[in-house]
């Protein structure tokens, strides 16, 4: 006879079968959600039971400790925690789905950079309410009732002339909150709650969402292209018509019209149904750009960088994530948005360091930029008049195709350049300005000309100083020295911010009007220009003075219409301006860049100063370019005056590859920061005991960073060599896996490191 238990259908609690048909129902509700925070890996949850579990890439909130966090539900297994151990969500948001590519583009920056993937994350949901679903308001329309009263012949006597005036513009127009109806009417609020009450209107719910704007117009026709500009955009748009990864390499001269020139391949994207995207290196400063794009297009792309407010911030990533916004212009950050059918990107001034960040996750966001259009199978355009060494190597070796501008738009030409000896003139104490430019400037001015002093260097003067007992101000978190910015009348440290006033008397010996100023700032130089020429219209180009990219768009409009005789900047004044009456460019220290231990530092260099000059002669008026330098037999000094840019990548390639130097080696930055220099110290001879010795790689280190103190932290560098073969980040992994950090201690990795601060 058989045991009734064992005979049942039905499951005893506990039994082999019970425990199957849990394990399986918890398996199938079981997902990983990553963290926008410095996690590793993604957590394991539980999908609610009365729903369908969330598939990858949606937005979740789930519980962490006691908070309640967003999240991405993300792929791949977990680690099979026990179902007990496990907590549900709490929420599916609506917001549309992280996709596959954007999420395989944060796992390969993770790993390429050494970043916790939730740090990478993050950056995609930089705008946490955009997640949430738009609040509602309440918005008034015109009933059926108050149609057809408006419409009664004769009218009727219940509807007043303003009364009729509020339903007229209902008619004529879509629903309106109660109080912008009312402005709209000119009336009072009352007289729409009387219609609301008499059933005229009524009132529904609806979401608060950003008024659709009007997209790009592709077929519009642009500038007329040049020969040269017409087969650089045959082929550009031939790579956006067959689709596909690939890298073009728009290298054009200063003026050529690299800009318009893949405008045509943004159009062929937009004709294509898909989104484009387009990095400009300092976007506050991209107005000319805008009204290119403009012009070209018939309205504005969206917008993403630091100075848009955060409503702005909102709606642009809802429009990006719903495929609204079909063009997105920004700074690296808009490297991260959402994009559901991006087709195109474009990385304009593909050289620029900032496109570097330096701070979190150290990334590189060209190189990114690249791996992000390879994971989405599109093309993608890097735009410059000075590539990169990178860029440069990368084509010789057949991964990158050049599409050439080799000549200026119309009828320009290239601006003649001359070095001015400093060390053969006579300079008056004092003064900056070496008397062949103020000759040039002198000539400029009577022509009715404009003219450019670039000199990389904000504030007044780099150091101040007591001339009775040699007192020197140094930022009180730094190891810098305080500069001084005259029109404030304050003295800052440009590297953590801290800003003081300038004092009557030197603070260490209190006597009074012995500070001086040494060498020379923009402001300073400004000085000596108003000194000199006498009623002369100038204007400063620093990013002390533009507090946003309205007053940036109205500095370089004023230039635009002459309003001013000669403009003044550091290396803002280098991005893509077009000032037809500029002729006179003017070097004022050539030699600033070539300082310090940066092995870009020739190339940067050459690749600032070729830009500055280009600002010269880009209209009918043929350009002059003066350069100031006590090294005028430096090879970038004579690549600059010669023209000859490939002569030059070509030694400086030469010489980086003798050295093992990037791009023909691999370099990584330990950076080891902590509160005390004990601790500090402390950590570093840890990592030094326990650096790899291992063939292919060299270790230096450790040793006092060059801002050896920075925002209160001290702060010591390894730099770690490596050939091109080795598999540099699992070397740095098994290094740091086998150091602790104690105490306010911080290890940051910078793979590829660009400042070596």
């Avoid at 996750?361 to 990169?388: G, H, K, N, W």
């Avoid at 601006?415 to 040039?440: C, N, T, Y």
């Avoid at 209190?510 to 000199?532: K, N």
């Avoid at 699992?730 to 793979?751: K, N």
């Amino acid at each position: 006879m058989l045991d009734d238990d064992a005979s049942s259908p039905v499951p005893v609690p506990g039994s082999a079968t019970e425990q199957e048909r849990t394990e399986s129902e918890t398996a199938g509700r079981r997902i990983r959600v990553l963290l926008p925070l410095p996690l590793a890996e993604a957590l394991d949850y539980l999908a609610p039971r009365d729903t369908s579990a969330p598939g990858a890439g949606s937005f979740v909130r789930v519980p962490l400790g006691g908070r309640s966090l967003v999240g991405v539900v993300w792929d791949g297994a977990g680690e099979e925690l026990p179902a007990e151990r496990l907590k549900p969500i709490h929420e599916i948001l609506s917001a549309p789905k992280l996709r596959p590519e954007l999420r395989r583009f944060v796992e390969r920056l993770a790993a390429y950079t050494m970043t916790p993937p939730g740090s990478v994350l993050r950056m995609t949901m930089s705008v946490p309410e955009a997640l949430q679903p738009p609040r509602m308001r309440r918005l008034c329309a015109a009933s059926s009732a108050g149609l057809a009263a408006l419409a009664d012949v004769p009218p009727r006597k219940v509807l007043t002339q303003v009364r009729r005036r509020v339903l007229e513009v209902l008619r004529g127009g879509p629903p309106l909150p109660a109080a912008e109806l009312a402005r709209h009417a000119a009336c009072s609020a009352g007289v729409v709650r009387d219609l609301l009450a008499a059933e005229f209107i009524e009132e529904h719910l609806a979401p608060t969402e950003a008024p659709d704007t009007e997209p790009p117009d592709w077929r519009l026709s642009g500038p007329a292209l040049s020969s040269d500009q017409a087969t650089a955009a045959r082929r550009l748009v031939g790579n956006v018509e067959a689709g596909g990864f690939g890298v073009s390499a728009l290298d054009g001269v200063t003026g050529s019209g690299k800009t318009e020139t893949y405008f045509t391949a943004l159009a062929a994207a937009l004709a294509a149904g898909r989104q484009v995207l387009v990095l400009l290196p300092e976007i506050a400063l991209g107005a000319q750009w805008l009204e290119r794009f403009r012009r070209c297009f018939g309205v504005l792309p969206a917008q993403w960088h630091s100075d848009i407010g955060q409503a702005e911030r909102r709606d642009t990533w809802r429009a990006v994530a719903a495929g609204r916004a079909r063009v997105v212009v920004g700074a690296r950050s808009a490297l991260f948005l959402p994009f559901p059918e991006l087709g195109l990107i474009i990385v304009d001034e593909e050289h620029d360091p900032s496109y570097k960040q330096e701070d979190g996750v150290c990334y590189q966001a060209r190189d990114m930029a690249v791996l992000r259009a390879s994971l989405a199978d599109i093309p993608i355009i890097l735009v410059s008049a000075t590539p990169s060494l990178e860029t440069v190597v990368n084509v010789a070796r057949g991964r990158y195709t050049r599409v050439p501008l080799p000549r200026r738009h119309a009828a320009a030409e290239l601006p003649a350049v001359r070095l001015v000896d400093l060390r053969r003139e006579r300079i008056e104490r004092g003064h900056f300005l070496a008397p062949p430019l103020v000759g040039e400037l002198a000539q400029t001015f009577e022509a009715g000309e404009q003219a450019l002093l670039f000199l990389n260097r904000r504030g007044y003067a780099p150091l101040t100083l007591c001339r009775a007992c040699g007192h020197r101000f140094q930022c009180p978190s730094c190891t810098a020295w305080l500069v001084e910015h005259r029109f404030t009348g304050r003295l800052l440290c440009h590297h953590c911010g801290h800003a003081e006033a300038l004092p009557p008397c030197c603070p260490e010996c209190l006597t009074a009007g012995a500070l001086v100023p040494c060498g020379p700032g923009v402001e300073r130089l400004l000085e000596e220009v108003t000194e000199r020429f006498p009623g002369v219209r100038t204007a400063l180009m620093v990013s002390d003075l533009l507090p946003g990219p309205r007053a940036a768009a109205e500095l370089a409009q004023g230039m635009a219409e002459q309003r001013y005789d000669v403009l003044i900047g550091t290396q803002l004044v280098a991005k893509g301006h077009h000032f037809p009456m500029l002729t006179l460019v003017g070097v004022v220290d050539a030699d600033l860049g070539l300082a310090g231990g940066d092995l870009r530092a020739a190339e940067r260099t050459y690749q600032l100063l070729h830009q500055v000059g280009g600002r010269a002669g880009r209209a009918e008026r043929k350009g002059r370019v003066l350069i100031q330098t006590w090294m005028p037999d430096q090879p970038v000094m004579k690549a600059l005056a010669s023209g000859d840019r490939d002569r030059f990548l070509e030694a400086e390639a030469a010489a980086r590859r003798h050295a093992g130097l990037p791009p023909f080696g691999r370099l990584a930055a330990l950076i080891v920061s902590a509160a005390d220099a004990e601790t500090c110290d402390f950590t570093a001879r840890a990592l030094s005991r326990a650096a790899p010795q291992l063939p292919g790689i060299a270790v230096l280190g450790p040793a006092p960073a060059p801002l050896a103190v920075l925002r209160g932290r001290h702060r010591r560098r390894f730099l770690v060599k490596a050939g091109r073969e080795v598999r540099l980040q699992a070397v740095l992994r098994d290094w740091l896996s086998r150091v602790r950090t104690a105490g306010s201690a911080r290890i940051q990795v910078d793979i590829d490191p660009y400042s070596f601060l």
